[in-house]
């Protein structure tokens, strides 16, 4: 049994590492992502006021034009910043919830904990990969109209034509992910919902009270 305990200990303990290194990468990428946002806003207020000066592109009508895809990175934002939030608190409990086990809080048979404790662990870093995915998903998009307002505050001779062409562009490509990111938010409650399931049949079947 001695043996057993220990191959679980090190298996909490390695997965409690690579949480923690990931919960951090993450973190740096989602403050990456917050700055790409302010530098955004600053640069379509200055895109504004070029295209208010050099064409007859009202500023009203520029933010009218701009605010879909505003809103929809700001509703992706919210989606993935819970999806995220949800992962690590699952993470961290699902972890703490094992070694209660392990310290005697709860008594259990080691040989099957063993087989489960591996197989939730399996199935969370298939969680956090699906989380991952969504997150690079958001940087891209991110990044696309970052490099989209650039180019066109460097363009001397801009056109109305050429912001509404770079916006129907975003806006289209962000249509297309939709679906994939639907998708990846349906397979993180998926996987939820087997985490939580296999849970219960660990305690209903081998836990000892």
């Keep these: 049994m001695d043996g057993i305990k220990s191959f679980i200990e090190n298996l909490l303990d390695t997965y409690e590492k690579r949480v923690a ?20 806003a600053e640069m379509a207020l200055q895109l504004r006021d070029t295209l208010a000066k050099k064409t007859s592109f009202r500023r009203k009508d520029f ?16 989606e993935i910043t819970k999806a995220l ?4 608190k699952e993470e961290e409990s699902m972890i703490a919830r094992l070694r209660d086990i392990l310290t005697g809080k709860e008594n259990v048979k080691l040989v099957e ?43 001397e001779d801009i056109r109305i034509k050429d912001f509404k062409v770079m916006v129907e562009s975003i806006k289209l490509r962000q249509q297309e992910r939709d679906s994939d990111v639907g998708r ?5 409650e998926e996987v939820q919902q087997q985490i939580n399931w296999q849970w219960e049949d660990l305690r209903k079947s081998y836990l000892i009270s």
């Design 184 to 188: 990846m938010l349906e397979d993180l």
């Design 113 to 155: 904990f063993k087989l489960i404790s591996k197989d939730l662990i399996e199935r969370l870093s298939q969680r956090e990969k699906k989380a991952a995915d969504m997150l690079r998903w958001f940087h891209i998009e991110q990044e696309e109209l970052t490099r989209g307002l650039r180019k066109l505050i460097d363009k």
């Design 21 to 40: 290194v990931i919960s951090q990468a993450m973190r740096a990428t989602a403050d990456n992502l917050r700055d790409l946002s302010k530098e955004q």
């Design 63 to 78: 933010d009218s034009f701009l605010q879909d895809v505003v809103i929809q990175n700001l509703d992706r934002e919210k």
């Design 85 to 88: 939030e949800d992962l690590q």
